[in-house]
């Protein structure tokens, strides 16, 4: 993954408050190919795997409520954050029992808890890339405010999948609900539209690394040959 600038990583970071944010994200999942929502359910499917019904979870980059609805059993409360105000008053609407569901708009980098809220700290769907920010960050705070013991689940892409990943963008675009993509610029791992948009992906060795500079050690598995899926116990 090609690491943002200052300027470039605030001015992807606000694509998602100005146009890729509420219905217009929402309808990003509504035009998924078969095979995209067999890796959306799949990746979903395997984290819920990982909790237990008394955990109290903390959804990073939780967008319109798609994933933290559905970790809401098992667990016993999620708490979403997004930067989207958009995106977070679908999330409030759009699943079911609310009490076992909230919603709060954060910065994934300066989290509003205290230390050790958290039982699990959760970040899927390449957010840790898609945030354009700095991933040490992320994951230095997602780990703050996780219990002892506890865990966090950071996902990305699986290298196979880019075919996929990449006609899945081109339908988006198609649909007008992101920018043209940028045929030259794009290349396996890392998306760019002509709009300005751009978002990569975390590797195996990206994930190994991360860890290594915030000193914690991972166990990295691979999901339905479609996610990247890195797990920091603690």
Known sequence: MRPAGREEGR?????????????RLRACY???PAR????????????????????TVLELGCG???????????AARVVGIDISLESLGLATVSGGDGSRCGFVAADATALPFPATTFAAVVCVQ??????????????????????RPGKVLLSSYAEGFWPERLAWFR????????????????????IVCRDGFSVG???????????GEVGVTPSITEVDGSSMVCEVVV
């Open 11 to 23: 001015g992807v970071r606000s694509y998602y408050t100005r146009a890729l944010a509420g219905e």
């Open 30 to 32: 509504e035009v998924a």
């Open 36 to 55: 995209v929502r067999r890796y959306l359910e799949e990746e979903v499917r395997f984290v819920r795997g990982r909790l237990a019904p008394t955990d």
């Open 64 to 74: 319109t409520g798609r994933v933290a609805w559905r970790l809401a059993p098992p």
């Open 126 to 147: 390449n957010g840790i890339c898609a945030f354009r920010t700095d991933p040490v960050a992320v994951l230095r705070e997602a780990l703050r405010v996780t219990a």
């Open 171 to 190: 339908l988006q675009a198609a649909h007008g609900l992101v920018g043209e993509i940028d045929e030259e610029a794009t290349r396996p791992g890392e």
């Open 201 to 211: 992906t975390m590797s195996r060795a990206g994930f190994l690394r991360l860890c």
